[in-house]
């Protein structure tokens, strides 16, 4: 019986690989996943919307971390950020979507999140 158990148990993790093998890639695969969420409460609360909340998150405290780090190196990090930001969900996709088709396949979320803090937020000139 408890060979049984562990044969589901696996069965049950590969399967979900490729679910979470999902939710990494390019820009271009992100935003081609959040436009097909509806901008709506609805789509709030729809599994893919909940992922890719948790990646765009994920990518922010990342770069924010980054920020951070180059600031304390003495560096000039990359966006000038408020302690606390707030994000407009349209007003972000509409910036990612600006990004050519072409430069979103060679780059990542946490690119994609840095152009963002760089134009919305960017540092004093020194």
Do not use: H
Not at 47 to 55: G, Q, S, Y
């Amino acid at each position: 019986m408890k060979l049984i158990a562990i044969t589901a148990a696996v069965v049950a993790i590969a399967s979900a690989a490729p679910a979470f093998a999902q939710t990494t890639g390019t820009l271009d695969t992100f935003v081609a996943r959040a436009n097909r969420v509806p901008m709506n409460p609805l789509g709030a609360v729809m599994p893919d919307a909940r992922r890719l909340m948790n990646e765009a998150n994920t990518a922010f405290r990342t770069v924010g971390a980054e920020n951070r780090a180059a600031r304390d190196a003495g560096r000039r990090p990359a966006a000038c950020p408020p302690a606390r930001m707030e994000v407009n969900p349209r007003q972000l996709l509409a910036f990612l979507n600006g990004i050519p088709q072409a430069r979103r396949t060679r780059m990542t979320l946490n690119d994609g999140v840095r152009e963002w803090m760089a134009n919305r937020y960017p540092c004093p000139a020194s």
